[in-house]
């Protein structure tokens, strides 16, 4: 859940390449964009360490290879969450 979380905050699954690109554009030219841009990076960030983290609680045998195939596991599920249900949470969460 904390990967879906972190990539509705990033909003990178359903944003094509080139509109990431001018929209990253547009932030250097705006202070004010910058920091929102800075800061919903930081965010999806702390999120994504935190799901890992709690995901590396959950391995127990063999660490590296069940963390591995865990968190790609977990990745793909919310990438494909943000791309499922990403466009209503964002707009819900604008027109509160």
């Known amino acids: 859940m904390l990967h879906a979380l972190a990539f509705v905050v990033w909003d990178i ?6 509109r ?3 929209q990253v554009g547009a932030g250097f030219r705006s202070a004010r964009t910058l ?5 919903r990076f930081v965010l999806g960030a702390l999120l994504l360490v935190a799901g890992a983290l709690l995901m590396l609680s959950v391995t ?3 660490v590296r290879s069940e963390f ?3 968190e790609s596991s977990a990745i793909v599920a919310g990438l494909l969450i943000e791309i499922l249900v990403g466009d209503p949470i964002r707009a819900h ?3 509160r």
Do not use: E, Q, Y
């Open 60 to 62: 127990v045998a063999d």
């Open 20 to 22: 990431l690109f001018a």
């Open 35 to 39: 920091a929102r841009g800075i800061w």
């Open 93 to 95: 969460l604008t027109n």
């Open 68 to 70: 591995t195939i865990l």
């Open 13 to 18: 699954g359903t944003r094509p390449p080139s």
